[in-house]
């Protein structure tokens, strides 16, 4: 990255090698770094909550949910009237789970989501180890909108960006 100097903060793995779904990967616990710039990448604004930490960008929310919370739609109240703030009713957006933490959550809540933000545009999940993709794959039959599960930050934000582009 040297010479460039458009950088803004990111997501970078500390590395460890992990066997998942029949691969070998190289991950662990995202830590903050910078990232070469690309459109809608810049944060506005972050925000900790009693659930977690949330990262609001132009067109994408990264939320990483505090370990142990139990999420439904009533814990979720105070990361709705955020992004309700930021992104009102007419802002396309996308939600990002960066599931570092192990947690539980109700996931037919995202049927109360579909009301409150019609200009949500995906969800995607970025899960670090079987059981969390196995969760991830039950959870998208709840969703009524383009959804993805990754791996990696990095690709969940590039999926985000193309599904805003076709909005």
């Not at 794959?137 to 599904?163: C, H, R, T, V, Y």
Request: aromatic share 16%.
């Amino acid at each position: 990255m040297t010479g460039d100097m458009s950088f803004i903060f990111g997501i970078k793995k500390q590395w460890h090698s992990l066997i998942f779904k029949n691969h070998c990967f190289n991950f662990d616990r995202p830590t903050l770094y910078i990232m070469s710039h690309k459109k809608n990448r810049i944060l506005i604004e972050k925000h900790i909550l009693d659930i977690g930490t949330f990262y609001f960008y132009e067109n994408f929310i990264v939320g990483e949910i505090v370990e142990g919370v139990n999420l439904n739609f009533e814990s979720g109240k105070e990361l709705f009237k955020l992004a309700q703030a930021n992104y009102k009713n007419d802002k396309p957006f996308v939600y990002i789970s960066n599931r570092i933490n192990s947690y539980s959550f109700i996931p037919t809540g995202h049927y109360k989501s579909v009301a409150l933000f019609p200009n949500l545009k995906g969800y995607a999940t970025v899960v670090y180890n079987d059981i969390n993709y196995r969760i991830a794959e039950l959870e998208q039959s709840f969703m009524n909108w383009p959804n993805g599960i990754f791996e990696n930050l990095e690709d969940a934000i590039d999926w985000a960006e193309d599904i805003l582009s076709s909005h």
